[in-house]
């Protein structure tokens, strides 16, 4: 957590503490991470990804005569995609120049299964490999972002 009173980012270990914090800070510039602060344990990924925010922004048509009806458009088309893939159920803000889509997901770590593991995939992971310090998650991370774009 920051705030405007903090000098940079504060653990916090319960509700009651955060409440705290922003009293203090008379409720100005509190952000909260998303995330916790320890993901891996011995080198081994111990949390999934479980958070997935889009960003529907003006700038992408901003070559179109109604911008904010082809940001509609899209916003539209996501969601319907999202709710027939994974049936999710996400919360959509309007942040003044388009759209934030928040969506919890529950996926495994990739790490953790033998079929993913850097065990199996050796020569991905050697020492002398470009992966060699990532985590099998990250890796298909990029690749699902190289994917994505070829389909774009």
């Given at each position: 957590m920051m705030t405007s009173t903090s000098k940079?980012?504060?653990s916090i270990n319960s509700k009651e503490e955060i409440l705290q914090k922003c009293r203090e800070a008379d409720y100005k510039e509190c952000l909260i991470n998303a995330y916790p602060e320890n993901l891996?344990?011995?080198?081994?990924?111990?949390?999934?990804p479980n958070f997935v925010l889009i960003d529907l922004d003006i700038s992408l048509c901003k070559t179109c005569i109604y911008p904010i009806r082809k940001l509609d458009y899209l916003l539209k088309q996501t969601l319907m995609q999202i709710k027939e893939d994974i049936h999710g159920q996400p919360t959509v803000l309007w942040t003044g120049n388009g759209y934030h889509?928040?969506?919890p997901v529950q996926v495994p770590i990739l790490d953790t299964k033998y079929e993913f593991s850097k065990?199996?995939?050796?020569?991905l992971f050697s020492l002398n490999s470009r992966y060699c310090d990532y985590?099998?998650?990250e890796v298909f991370m990029q690749f699902v972002e190289m994917f994505d774009r070829r389909k774009v």
């Open positions: 940079g980012l504060i891996e344990i011995n080198g081994m990924l111990i949390q999934s889509i928040y969506l065990g199996r995939f050796q020569n985590y099998v998650s």
